[in-house]
């Protein structure tokens, strides 16, 4: 580092270091504070099936009537791009799931945004949860489908960088929506049966980041009504909702078309989308052809989601689940140590909850984990608050020549090893956005301006998740609290 570049970085530590120490006392919260409306869920698992699965569904749209008269930014890739349009519209859809055994029941509400801080997911389970309109619930999770084409619901792509672009009324919208689809789908409940099936999908993702690993998997929940009503489709696949590129356009992307494809073809049914293990990069197959604009992204996307519409429906290993369902959750916190991040939360862009450490002018991010199963064993989910490099999932780590630091990655477990179960998957975004979530023998930090301007390691790579991340211990924290929250619903 060269002198002029040292000044530099000690100017910037001066700076933030001085602000860090003059945020007022509104900033900051607590764990417990935080942790106040998050339904831990089982306190020890259970196998004794119940008699039946009840299931139901509810969705609401949460796009703006007046996107042609005032000023939204879309979210996802550049700031200060105004909605000019909307392509298809923006929903909350939740599901409700209970095994009857009388712990109570399960919500999952996936949201067409590109992420959520936990801050405001809290604000919908507060709705929802104070509505007196659901029954006995013990858990209730609100993930986000990532669309590079929806509206700022972070605060990061307003017109100036330090300037939120989030709109209060939008999201006071949202909140009602997404509140209103977690009810709905508890009060369409009904008896059935619940099967679970998986098909592995072949050149459709791309990993724009060494290590080159993901998972292939697109995991379908099929709910079957005793009534003969319409089935009910829960789908998980690992990839960017961003094939509209840099688009002026309102989308929920490739998740929309792969829900109608689904929908279309089986009248009557209802479908959801969550989102996998995408850090990484994992994206569409094409997705440099979307960077360079070298493709029809609108025809790409459509297809893109219509085709693994078409595989979901195309499961032909289907397993028909017990009756068992088991889930946990726990706060956490990890350490604020991208500046940058904190330095937006001060100015009001971003809106985490965050609190004071020991340490002087040093802050921790309070968030949350959660592991659910399915069945006798047979399928278990990991809720991941953020975007999970895969290697954390799956163990398929840089080597020590080949990664960043030149180290090798050590982690007790990594998120596979923590489960017996026969099949098992990653819901990112869920409950928070906590950014990238890496290795940490691969997280390089620009050395003049961490988490300001990307680094460049020793062989020529960019290494830009960096600076949309927390930190380089996240995903030790989020490995090891996960790892407990486990061992304690065990009674290990």
Known sequence: MSFKDNLTKKAVNVLINSILSTMPKGCFTTQESSDKFMLSGN?????????????????????????????????????????????????????????????????????????????????????????????????????????????????????????????????????????????????????????????????????????????????????????????????????????????????????????????????????????????????AKEIKKVYRDSIDCEAYMKGFGKQLGEIALSVNNETELNPVLNIKSRGIAVPGDNTVLILARYLKVLNNDIGRTEKRNKVCIYSEVGYMELGDKDVAVFLVPGELFPELYNGDFLTEKDSANHTTANYRKVLADMTECRHKFVIGLCNDELGYILAENDFLLNETLPYINEATDDMDRDHYEETNSTGPETGKIILDETESLIKSAYNC
């Not at 392509?87 to 590109?114: E, K, M, P, Q, T």
């Not at 939008?170 to 909140?175: A, G, I, Q, S, Y």
């Open 43 to 283: 306190d020890s698992f259970s196998y004794i099936p119940g008699e039946k699965w009840t299931c139901g569904f509810g969705k609401a749209s949460f796009t703006p009537a007046d996107y042609n008269s005032k000023t939204y930014y879309i979210a996802g890739y550049d700031s200060n791009n105004p909605v000019k349009g909307v392509l298809d519209d923006l929903y909350a859809r939740a599901v409700y799931l209970d095994d009857n055994r009388g712990d109570g029941g399960v919500i999952f509400c996936s949201l067409d945004c590109v992420g959520m801080s936990r801050k405001d997911i809290n604000d919908i389970r507060k709705i929802a949860l104070e509505s007196g309109r659901l029954g006995k619930i013990k858990s209730l999770n609100i993930a986000s489908t990532h669309t590079h084409a929806g509206i700022d619901t972070q605060g990061l792509w307003g017109e100036k960088i330090y300037k939120s672009g989030k709109d209060k009324v939008f999201m006071e919208n949202l909140k009602k929506s997404a509140a209103q689809a977690v009810i709905t789908a508890f009060e369409n409940r009904k008896d059935g049966r619940l099967f679970m099936g998986y098909s592995v999908v072949e050149d459709m993702q791309a990993d724009v980041r060494t290590p080159v690993t993901y998972d292939k998997n697109l995991t379908r929940f099929r709910f079957s009504p005793d009534d003969k009503s319409g089935d009910i489709y829960i789908v998980n696949f690992a990839s960017h909702a961003e094939l509209l590129g840099t688009t002026s356009v309102i989308s929920a992307d490739f998740p929309a078309y792969l829900i109608r494809e689904i929908e279309e073809r089986i009248p009557g049914s209802d479908a959801v989308f969550f989102n996998g293990a995408i850090g990484g990069m994992i994206s």
